[in-house]
């Protein structure tokens, strides 16, 4: 969306897995965020990234990690400590020119 | 942190009628205040934002409207039509580090 694009679309995991939700941009942003969705309680942040090399946690980043070596991609793992990853995630880039977030299409991570 | 309330959970309305969606916020340093509409599968996409310099702002049948005193802005849409069908989030940013936190969403349904 935008230059914006999250893969895959669907993912599946077993219990005790670790799985990893790419996000790879091209429009040159360097702020990126991680944010998961669940039914009934909009948006929460996981974690953010505002330049490469450096992110932060937000206020649900227990059982996540990210990475951003490289200002295009900012790549998001559920760890097998998060007890509940069944959920919708969002990564958005922020246009430091507007404050206005753009975001990809997303992931459906399920539990199996 | 920064709380965003959001009201109705569901609006229901015919369609050319007008649908108004409120939020209110508890952190008085936010400074920006987007809204989002989110059709089923996708990413949320930016439809109108307002800074806190300003009270109101408009754009064709969509329009925010800002009260920093009591701390609550909302969206107005006019003329409602079926594409208008869709969920809407409101956020709020106090800038710098450029996270917003998010309201829970509203689900509008423009009956024909």
């Known amino acids: 969306d935008g230059g914006i694009t999250q893969s895959p679309k669907y993912l599946f995991r077993k219990e005790g897995q670790n799985v990893t939700l790419s996000c790879e941009q091209n429009?040159?942003?360097?702020?990126m965020y991680w944010y998961r969705q669940d039914p009934g309680q909009g948006l929460r942040l996981i974690y953010y990234s505002q330049i490469v090399n450096d992110f932060q946690k937000g206020d649900i980043a227990e059982g996540y990690s990210v990475s951003r070596e490289k200002k295009e991609s900012f790549p998001l793992t559920v760890t097998s400590a998060q007890k509940n990853p069944t959920a919708f995630y969002l990564c958005?880039?922020?246009?430091?020119?507007?404050?206005?977030?753009?975001f990809g299409s997303g992931t459906r991570l399920t539990v199996v | 942190g920064e709380n965003v309330e959001q009201h109705p959970s569901t609006l229901s309305v015919q369609e050319g009628d007008s649908a108004v969606i409120k939020c209110t916020y508890s952190d008085s340093a936010s400074n920006y205040f987007p809204w989002y509409k989110q059709e089923l599968g996708k990413g949320p996409q930016l439809i109108i934002d307002i800074r806190s310099n300003v009270g109101e702002k408009k754009d064709q049948r969509i329009a925010v409207t800002l009260n920093k005193t009591a701390k609550h802005f909302s969206l107005h849409i006019t003329e409602t039509q079926p594409e208008d069908s869709a969920v809407y989030f409101c956020?709020?940013?106090?800038?710098?580090?450029?996270?917003?936190?998010f309201g829970a969403g509203t689900t509008v349904t423009v009956r024909a």
């Open positions: 956020a709020a940013s106090k800038g710098g580090d450029y996270k917003l936190s």
């Open positions: 429009l040159n942003h360097d702020a």
């Open positions: 958005a880039v922020v246009n430091r020119g507007s404050d206005g977030y753009t």
